[in-house]
Every structure is written in structure tokens, then in C-alpha cells.
């Protein structure tokens, strides 16, 4: 992922999985104006299980999307090993100690809807581009985009 800051308080990032859209979220909260740019034609909804615990879950309270994500909880119920004639051989109910489901998952395709759902409105979304070149000088950054697009954007300084 990569963050160009502008003088204007424009800010583009490159990316609209799921660190694209959580940081265009509170760049958009303090003030700036953001467009996330992404290579993928849409949102890319595939994806396995991801366990929200510890800071991931602060995160998403201070956000107000916890309740969301609980919604869309896998409500895994554990971990079991079959045989071909589907006899148990292993099993790991969740509330073992030896259980590798957590409290909260989530698919990572669901996630990244809650996450895009939730700045959509307010961040523009690029989809189908992607940044090719950086051209970096003391005071701005060009950016070349696969489309042929080219934008300037100015430094802080």
C-alpha cells in the first residue's frame, strides 16, 4: 500500500482490500479528502477466515463496525478430522483449549463490503487502475496510472 500526501489535504492510496478502505476511514475523519485507487475491477470478496481479537477488535468498536462484523460472524463451531468412511478422528469443539476457532471470524470477502460500505460515501473508489510510476521531485509527486492518466500532486512541506 502505498499513501501520497498532497498540500490540499488530498490523499490517494493504492489499495481496496481491507488497509485501503480502514485507513481511507480515518484519513476521511481528520479532514482529508481521499481517493483509493484499485487494480481489480470491483471489490475483491474471496478469501478465508479472519480472526478479529485484540487490537483488530478495538479498532472496529472505535470505527462502529463491531456490531456489524458479530453479524457476520462465521459461527464456526470447531474443528473436526474425518476418515473416508466420515468416522470422527480428531475433533476440536471451539470451546476447547486446543480449538483453532476464535470468538469473533469473519470472511475476509465480508469484511472488506463492511469496510467499503462504510466509506463509500465519502472516499472516492478507482476501480480497474492502478499507479505504474512515482515521480518524485522536492515539492510534488507524479503519478502514472496504467490507464494513461497522470497527476501531479503537491508535497508537504
Aim: net charge negative; no cysteine; charged share 25%.
Amino acid at each position: 500500500m502505498k499513501i501520497i500526501i498532497m498540500k490540499d489535504k488530498k490523499i490517494l492510496v493504492s489499495g481496496a482490500s481491507i488497509a485501503g478502505p480502514t485507513l481511507a476511514y480515518w484519513l476521511d475523519r481528520y479532514g482529508f479528502e481521499v481517493t483509493v485507487i484499485e487494480r481489480a475491477a470491483a471489490l475483491r470478496l474471496g478469501g478465508q477466515n479472519i480472526d478479529v481479537k485484540g487490537p483488530a477488535k478495538e479498532i472496529a468498536l472505535k470505527m462502529g463496525i463491531l456490531e456489524e462484523i458479530r453479524a457476520h460472524n462465521t459461527t464456526e463451531i470447531g474443528l473436526r478430522f474425518v476418515n473416508s468412511d466420515n468416522h470422527t478422528i480428531a475433533e476440536f469443539p471451539s470451546d476447547s483449549s486446543m480449538s483453532m476457532t476464535q470468538e469473533l471470524e469473519i470472511l475476509r470477502g465480508d469484511l472488506v463490503k463492511i469496510l467499503y460500505d462504510l466509506t463509500a460515501k465519502r472516499v472516492e473508489y478507482i476501480f480497474g487502475d492502478h499507479i505504474i510510476d512515482l515521480i518524485e521531485s522536492e515539492n510534488e509527486v507524479k503519478v502514472d496510472f496504467a490507464s494513461g492518466k497522470r497527476i501531479s500532486l503537491t508535497l508537504w512541506l
